[in-house]
């Protein structure tokens, strides 16, 4: 109590402060001696006046006081536990895979406007990623055998996934033998593998399900011999690596900027001493970039040579650490250079990075965080900055200039760094304590280098990153025996996209498209990624009867009423990095997508799934 006191810097500006108690750090309450030791101080003279209260009467009295409290802009970066973005790197891929497993899912149940089918293990599959991201879970900071258990929950994941999807599919499109599924408001193209094993590059529209759509070429990506190494390229990038498999040159073709610094080469694999004072899997030290030790490529091969796609395959060994195989590619009409990295993981209190020495000069890097961004130094000009040389990113990373910027683009990892213009992922960890065989293990780890001419807010590097992540896959129904196959076709004009909800504007990101909670229309959470002010975003549905603005949860007390005209809800705004969720109110006793008249009665789920 009286340590909470002393840390209190705002005393004189409020005379309230929190202290929170109970067992453990795992969420225990209080237990039965706490609470008879508050009784006891409570009339001790000196002790602070003592109330048990709650959180939200804490802040409505705080808020009284707001006037007198000091702001803090930006972020709280906390300088401890480091490596935890790394730690256990297959449960953190596991996670990732999982969240968009189920914007998937709820996107195609969102094609059920008249709620018919049961959804209710949605929420389950909800519970079970969000319980894996507790801590220590996620953190990678348990006991060897929470990690045996996680994995076995993402298994079972990915089994009730399954079923669920092919049960809802069965009910709503059961004409679609092959389909895809593009929950994001923006079109896609991409390459896609038939079920034939024919590599296609497709196009599809945004919040699109339904059969799929080739798309020509505009470009073609080849591979070449030279005299000193090989070439990859297309229309966009050209790549070349030595002999040995060493990156030497990436040049963005439409900028004719080099991407990599002068005399370095890039995709270097490096190994740090990895010996944390105190925790083992937590942390990560500041003093660990001392003992940095490059690990050279040996060979190189073309494996694949256009038109569509080339890659050669690049091998590093990693001495008595393990092995590193490499397949680094460029793709048609592909923004960047792609690597799959296939890693034989053995060390012991070692750190596995790969860097990049980039010719770019900012002062800043950014990085990904939850619907938007946030900015760090590239410098160590103070202890705060210095304290910086390992942090926190989602899906990419970047250093750029006004008019040209690098992105780096990751599938699976959290731990990024950036001093001066060299960008580095972190991919691997070999702590001991408390697991002693964490990570040691087969790993395959995907990255991408995505340089844009424009600065940030202009390189799409969001949606980018998402089209990595999260590709394009081609599913099949389960009535293909019956039905003829929907083999792709260059007629857009004549597939039906069986989602009826439109997006106007790609200045902001679909984060999320569900069937609403009380089952009577569709939620949309959109937010502004860039820091920009957005206006102009327009949704549409052909049921809409009523749009209202509402609170994450959709509490019906939070509904604002927006204006609509016929199926479409007037533009809205955004301001810089605002999450926004909409819901659209749809008319009831419609027909579902399928063309068949249904009862108004859900679907008996257990008669569906036997």
Known sequence: ILKTV??????GR????????????????????????LERVSSVIGMPQIVRSTPQQFFATVE???NMLCEWWGELYFELHRGTYTTHAKLKESNRVAEFWMTDIEFLSSLDVQDFVSCSKIGEMWKTVLFNQFHDILPGSAIEQVFVDAMDDYTDLLKTYTEEWERIRDFLIPDCSEYVVNPYN???RQLLATRDEEVVLIEVPGTYIGPVSLATAADKAGAFVLEDGICLCNSQIKAVFSLTGDLKSVVHKASGRQCLEK?????????????????????VMEYHVE?????????????????????VKITVPLA???????????????PYLSFKTDVSWRAAHKFLKVEFPLSVSAMEAHYEIQSGYVSRPTHSNTSWDSAKFEVSGHKWAHLGEPSFGIGLLSKSKYGYSAQHNRLTLSLLRSTKAPDANADMDDHVIEFALYPHTGPLHASNIVQHAINFNHPLLLHVGSHDKTLPRHKPTLNPANLVNRSKLRVTSGDVVVQAIKKSEDGRGLVVRLYEPYGNTVTGVSLSHHLLTNAYSINAVEMESTKIPLPIKGDELLPISFRPFEIRTIYLELKQGEEIPNGNSC????LDETKSMS
């Not at 002393?6 to 005393?11: A, M, P, R, V």
């Not at 890039?266 to 925790?279: A, Q, S």
């Not at 050279?296 to 040579?305: A, L």
């Not at 008595?320 to 592909?334: F, K, L, R, Y």
């Open 291 to 311: 003992t940095r030790q490059e690990f050279k490529p040996t060979s190189i091969q073309v494996v694949e040579s256009g038109p569509l796609r080339s890659s």
């Open 263 to 283: 005399g370095s080469t890039g995709n270097r694999f490096v190994v740090f001493d990895d010996i944390p004072l105190f925790w083992d899997a937590w942390d």
């Open 64 to 66: 009284s006081s707001k």
């Open 186 to 188: 923006w079109t896609r």
């Open 6 to 11: 002393t840390n209190n810097k705002d005393k």
């Open 14 to 37: 409020t005379h309230d402060q929190m202290l929170l108690f109970g067992h453990g750090d795992g969420g225990g309450g209080p237990t039965p001696d706490m609470i008879d030791r």
């Open 320 to 334: 008595e650490h393990g092995d590193v195989v490499v397949i680094a590619t460029v793709m048609a009409e592909s």
């Open 599 to 602: 009862k108004k009665a859900k």
